[in-house]
């Protein structure tokens, strides 16, 4: 990747970040109310809940999905005043397509 390619890195900024969040795993309802201080783990790491392992077709599907947001956000985008938005979120959204697309020049 290019230096100082703002559009790609932001768009893969944006596309970790939904990755990052999709292996998030749930809490539960009583995670949230905690427990008596006397049964709190202790040590380090020791709040640290497993990450969810993505199949490779998920994350696909979760990079095709962050692309055709972009293409749909710059969609509904008709004023001229958003030209330039416009025009980063379609290059966003075509820097991700590239991705999928094969190992090349991105």
Known sequence: MRARDRTAVSALRATLAALDNAEAVPVGEAALR??????SPLGV???????????ERRVVEIVRAEAAERLEVAAQLTAPA???????????AAVLLRLLDGPSTV
Do not use: F, I, M
Request: net charge neutral; proline share 0%.
């Open 34 to 39: 905690g427990v008596a201080l006397e049964h």
């Open 45 to 55: 790491g020791s709040t640290e809940a497993a990450r969810r392992e993505l199949s």
């Open 82 to 92: 958003h030209a330039d938005r416009v025009a980063r979120l379609r290059a966003e």
